[in-house]
């Protein structure tokens, strides 16, 4: 066998290569995390809750502390490509790690063109673009990424490490910025329309919360997860918290939300105080913002779509890694296809950024809910670990099965995916349970045996 066909097996030594130190894990938690959902929840969840939208921001910024830790210590505990897909794959076997897999899928799929949807959202507040116009733009975005990735997760880390820098800089800006605008009068009625809006705040809010896991899915290529992933992730998640909380604070607190920053807040306030061209110039930024997320997202999914292609969960052919990138360009080249033809889709169907957010945000909870499950497995309280990982699965468990019911009809489309998903899983035959140090398998059916590791070697 030659030529690309050759190279097509991962067992032909082509692996991963080892290159993310701590401060890149950093900016990949914190663009993965700290991106989209901050540039418009905060106005969208004030006008659906009013002030006390500020209790679903704290709740959700107290229960990423356990999911955060949940998923570092499985990662740290067996690093491979895949994240959660090889957790749920190592605790209950192929077909529950194919309806993870499909899910996750569909997360990116449906993912990746709300989150240009959001850019789409401040460019259509500061410019007058035309509603294909800012799709053109949107379409350029994910391209982008995907080129950046393309060259390999080194220059992709390298690129989140200066984005992050510039996002901080921004909310810092607008905390600031904006603190002398708030009025205490801003904060009454607290709660206008009763409590249960913040349930369904809080559904809106996971997404912003959301990127923990996607680190998880580059473990392979850590430098040393075992010392790496909590100190990254426990810096991450106090640094992300403090600017959600604050953000959120100074958008009740000076009103921006009323108006038509609901879903541009950022580029209100900034535009209230120095004007028109700060109101562009916020808008242009957010469109920077954007790219990260998607660029931070291309490289993390693109590795579950590599795992479940050698499990046979999804086409063999994209369980391919190129031998001189060491990346996954044929799984990186399906998440563009598919992220493109949703966005088609969103543009023809006319979908608000509510429902695309939602239906993104209803696969990512059920996903989340089958990582946490497999903590509980993995990290039995028996463990070296003792009992406080364990305890942190079953609470992260517990509470993504208690947002889904607030996520509303968009859940049925995870829904339906997950099922089609088990039945494809079943009726390949998938039944084994992944058996720790097993070779790789590429190209094989469900049914021949246990799913494949990814060599890990460093250069």
């Given at each position: 066998m030659t030529g690309a066909a050759s190279r097509a097996r991962p067992s032909s030594g082509v692996s991963f290569r080892r290159s993310i130190r701590p401060s890149h894990a950093v900016a990949l938690y914190v663009s993965s995390v700290l991106g989209s959902g901050i540039l418009v929840l905060p106005g969208l969840t004030a006008r659906l809750a009013g002030p006390a939208s500020l209790l679903a921001w704290a709740l959700l910024a107290g229960a990423s502390v356990p999911l955060a830790l949940t998923f570092s210590g499985l990662s740290a505990r067996r690093p491979e490509a895949g994240g959660i897909y090889g957790f749920v794959r190592e605790a209950f076997g192929v077909r529950a790690a194919a309806v993870t897999g499909w899910l996750i899928v569909l997360w990116s799929f449906t993912g990746g063109p709300?989150?240009?949807?959001?850019a789409a959202s401040y460019l259509g507040y500061a410019f007058p673009l035309s509603r294909p116009e800012t799709f053109l733009l949107a379409f350029a975005v994910i391209g982008a990424a995907f080129s950046v990735n393309y060259r390999g997760i080194t220059l992709s880390s390298r690129v989140q490490l200066g984005v992050v820098g510039a996002i901080v800089a921004l909310l810092a800006l607008v905390v600031l910025v904006a603190g002398r605008e708030v009025r205490l009068g801003n904060f009454t009625p607290f709660a206008p329309e009763g409590l249960l809006p913040v349930g369904t705040a809080a559904a809106f809010i996971f997404w912003s919360f959301l990127g923990y896991e996607n680190v998880s899915s580059v473990a392979a290529e850590f430098v040393d997860p075992a010392r790496d992933f909590r100190r990254s992730v426990l810096w991450s998640v106090a640094l992300v918290a403090v600017l959600?909380?604050?953000v959120a604070f100074v958008t009740v607190g000076t009103g921006a939300y009323r108006t038509g920053g609901s879903v541009a807040p950022f580029a209100a306030i900034l535009g209230g105080v120095f004007g028109p061209y700060a109101s562009e110039g916020t808008a242009l930024f957010a469109l920077f913002i954007v790219f990260a997320v998607v660029n931070a997202y291309t490289a993390g999914m693109s590795r579950v779509v590599y795992a479940a292609a050698l499990d046979g969960a999804l086409p063999g052919g994209l369980g391919w890694l190129d031998p001189d990138r060491r990346v996954p360009t044929r799984a990186m080249g399906f998440l563009l296809a598919g992220m493109s033809l949703v966005l088609v889709v969103y543009y023809f169907a006319g979908t608000d950024l509510s429902t695309a957010l939602l239906t993104a945000g209803g696969a990512a909870l059920?996903?989340?809910?089958?990582?946490?499950?497999?903590?509980?497995?993995?990290?039995?309280?028996?463990?070296?670990?003792?009992?406080?990982?364990?305890?942190?699965?079953g609470f992260s468990l517990a509470f993504s099965l208690v947002l889904i019911?607030?996520?509303?009809?968009?859940?049925?489309?995870?829904?339906?995916?997950?099922?089609?998903?088990?039945?494809?899983?079943?009726?390949?035959?998938a039944t084994r349970r992944r058996a720790p140090g097993t070779p790789p398998r590429p190209q094989r059916p469900l049914s021949t045996g246990p799913p494949p590791e990814v060599a890990v070697t460093q250069r």
């Open positions: 709300a989150v240009t949807l959001i959600y909380l604050s059920i996903t989340y809910a089958l990582g946490s499950a497999a903590g509980l497995r993995l990290l039995p309280p028996t463990a070296g670990g003792g009992r406080l990982p364990w305890l942190l699965a019911p607030f996520v509303g009809w968009p859940i049925a489309v995870s829904l339906v995916g997950a099922t089609v998903a088990y039945l494809y899983a079943s009726r390949r035959g």
